[in-house]
C-alpha cells in the first residue's frame, strides 16, 4: 500500500508570507505527527492528532504555527508570516494506533525562507 | 532528562565490517526504542526497534542491543554494505497520550567498498 505522502516537495517562500503543507497519511492510522528538521539534525516534534483531536501542540514553536484534521485523515501544517528560522523541513508521521510509537515518515517538505 | 545521546557523530566502516552506534538515555519512563535510516532528501524510515523487557532483538543484519542498568542502547550492522550508508537516529518514545519520538543527533555512516 501506499505509504505517507507530503506536499509540496519543496516550497520557497519569500519572509512574511503564509505557507500550508500537506500530510497524506497511510489509510486507516489513526495517529498523526509533525515533525521538524533542521539540518544535520534530527527530527524534533511539532505536534500530534489522534484522529481529528489535537491532542499535543507543546512542540509548535510560536503561535505563527497551525495544525488540523478536520476529518481524520488528511493534515495541514499552515505557518503565516514565515520567518527565516522557519527553514527546515518538515515531516509527517503516521501510526496505525494510538500510543503505538511505531512511525512512519513520509518524504517532508523542504521550505526555504528568502 | 529529555534528551537522547548519541554517538558517534560519524562512522567509516569497511565493507564486511560492523557498524556500531550507542544512544543514552535519562528518563525512565521511556519504553520504546526505534532506530531511524534516512538517506539523503528522503524521511527517516523504520529499521528496527526494541522494548525494555528484552535484552537484544535481531533482523537480518541489524541487532539492537539494549542494557537498562546502564540506559543504554546500540545498533550493529553486520556484515555492512555501501548500500548502508546514510543518517542512522535513535528514538526513544513512551506511553501515555502522545507518544512522540525524542530523536538522538544523527550518525553519518560511510561503508567503503
Redesign the interface.
Given at each position: 500500500g501506499a505509504g505517507?505522502s507530503q506536499s509540496p516537495r519543496y516550497k520557497v517562500a519569500k519572509r512574511g508570507q503564509d505557507v500550508a503543507l500537506r500530510c497524506d497519511p497511510i489509510s486507516g492510522h489513526v495517529?498523526l505527527?509533525w515533525?521538524q528538521q533542521a539540518l544535520?539534525?534530527?527530527?524534533?516534534?511539532l505536534t500530534?492528532f489522534?484522529n481529528e483531536a489535537q491532542?499535543?501542540k507543546s512542540?509548535l514553536p510560536s503561535d505563527r504555527f497551525f495544525a488540523e484534521r478536520p476529518e481524520g485523515s488528511v493534515s495541514t501544517l499552515k505557518i503565516q508570516r514565515t520567518q527565516q528560522e522557519d527553514s527546515a523541513v518538515y515531516?509527517c508521521?503516521s501510526?496505525p494506533r494510538?500510543?503505538?510509537?511505531?512511525?512512519?515518515?513520509?518524504?517532508?517538505t523542504r521550505l526555504t525562507v528568502t | 532528562q529529555q534528551q537522547v545521546k548519541?554517538s558517534p557523530q560519524s562512522l567509516i566502516v569497511q565493507k564486511g565490517g560492523i557498524s556500531i552506534i550507542n544512544c543514552a538515555y535519562e528518563n525512565t519512563a521511556f519504553?520504546?526504542f526505534?532506530w531511524?535510516q534516512q538517506f539523503p532528501?528522503?524521511?527517516?524510515?523504520?529499521l528496527i526497534?526494541i522494548r525494555p523487557d528484552v535484552s537484544e532483538k535481531k533482523e537480518g543484519r541489524f541487532t539492537i542491543s539494549f542494557n537498562k542498568s546502564a540506559k543504554q542502547f546500540s545498533l550493529h550492522i553486520m556484515d555492512s554494505q555501501p548500500g548502508d550508508s546514510a543518517t542512522y537516529?535513535c528514538?526513544a518514545?513512551w506511553?501515555?497520550?502522545?507518544?512522540?519520538?525524542?530523536?538522538?543527533?544523527?550518525t553519518l555512516l560511510a561503508v567503503q567498498p
Amino acid at each position: 500500500g501506499a505509504g505517507v505522502s507530503q506536499s509540496p516537495r519543496y516550497k520557497v517562500a519569500k519572509r512574511g508570507q503564509d505557507v500550508a503543507l500537506r500530510c497524506d497519511p497511510i489509510s486507516g492510522h489513526v495517529s498523526l505527527f509533525w515533525y521538524q528538521q533542521a539540518l544535520g539534525q534530527g527530527p524534533e516534534f511539532l505536534t500530534y492528532f489522534q484522529n481529528e483531536a489535537q491532542l499535543d501542540k507543546s512542540g509548535l514553536p510560536s503561535d505563527r504555527f497551525f495544525a488540523e484534521r478536520p476529518e481524520g485523515s488528511v493534515s495541514t501544517l499552515k505557518i503565516q508570516r514565515t520567518q527565516q528560522e522557519d527553514s527546515a523541513v518538515y515531516l509527517c508521521a503516521s501510526s496505525p494506533r494510538a500510543g503505538s510509537g511505531e512511525q512512519y515518515f513520509g518524504p517532508g517538505t523542504r521550505l526555504t525562507v528568502t | 532528562q529529555q534528551q537522547v545521546k548519541q554517538s558517534p557523530q560519524s562512522l567509516i566502516v569497511q565493507k564486511g565490517g560492523i557498524s556500531i552506534i550507542n544512544c543514552a538515555y535519562e528518563n525512565t519512563a521511556f519504553d520504546y526504542f526505534p532506530w531511524y535510516q534516512q538517506f539523503p532528501g528522503k524521511g527517516p524510515a523504520l529499521l528496527i526497534a526494541i522494548r525494555p523487557d528484552v535484552s537484544e532483538k535481531k533482523e537480518g543484519r541489524f541487532t539492537i542491543s539494549f542494557n537498562k542498568s546502564a540506559k543504554q542502547f546500540s545498533l550493529h550492522i553486520m556484515d555492512s554494505q555501501p548500500g548502508d550508508s546514510a543518517t542512522y537516529f535513535c528514538a526513544a518514545s513512551w506511553g501515555g497520550a502522545t507518544n512522540k519520538l525524542i530523536f538522538g543527533t544523527g550518525t553519518l555512516l560511510a561503508v567503503q567498498p
